[in-house]
């Protein structure tokens, strides 16, 4: 299991590290967006894998089921991270920030 998930992990990595280093140094706000989106959706599935990993090993071909995923996620065509973020963790997500935050004053 090791060197399939490093490399998993590096495919999941290397490619979008290296394109949210060029989001940073453009004056263009949107590639910001889609990398950070990225990363926050990237940031969950680690999580989710990590709490399910007992359930890895009964998956066939769950190594290259996970690196297309990411490439979905990534790949400029589909940009599947914004549909994932959009569709999945903000309904979940943005609630519970709501209720942290203080209440506005009113004016």
Excluded at 37 to 50: L, M, Q, R
Excluded at 58 to 63: G, T, V
Excluded at 83 to 90: A, E, T
Aim: hydrophobic share 50%; net charge neutral.
């Amino acid at each position: 299991m090791g060197g399939m998930k490093l490399m998993t992990d590096l495919f999941g990595f290397a490619y979008p590290a290296y394109m949210s280093f060029k989001a940073i140094e453009s004056s263009e706000s949107i590639d910001d967006t889609q990398w950070l989106t990225y990363w926050v959706v990237f940031g969950f599935f680690s999580i989710a894998e990590n709490a399910m990993s007992f359930l890895i090993e009964w998956i066939p071909f769950y190594y290259m089921i996970k690196c297309l995923f990411f490439l979905w996620l990534y790949h400029p065509k589909f940009l599947g991270a914004g549909l994932v973020y959009n569709q999945i963790i903000k309904p979940h997500v943005m609630p519970a920030l709501e209720r942290t935050q203080p209440p506005k004053k009113q004016e």
